[in-house]
């Protein structure tokens, strides 16, 4: 099992708390690697540190366009090849 340094760490349902997001917004960031410092005990509990969970609470908008450029594909695109493959049928 790997060694826990001491400090503040929270699960996943505290984090949710903390950075007042959805719990499958915290486990998106987990699985990104974006939380630094969180560590995985067993199948599904994690241990995220206080200032990782602080840091994404900073980086985290109410409004869905302000990040739309880091989507993987925006709605646009995938409309146009949605279109796109209907006219190839």
Not at 37 to 50: M, N, S
Request: proline share 3%; charged share 35%.
């Amino acid at each position: 099992m790997a060694e826990i340094e001491p400090g503040k760490y929270l699960t996943v349902a505290e984090a949710v708390e903390h950075m007042g997001c959805s719990e499958a917004w915290v486990r998106t960031l987990l699985g990104a690697g974006k939380l630094r410092g969180a560590k995985r005990i067993g199948q599904r509990v994690w241990l995220i540190p206080e200032a990782a969970a602080t840091e994404a609470k900073a980086g985290l908008t109410t409004r869905a366009k302000g990040k739309r450029h880091l989507a993987k594909r925006p709605a646009a695109k995938r409309k146009k090849a949605r279109a796109a493959a209907r006219r190839k049928k």
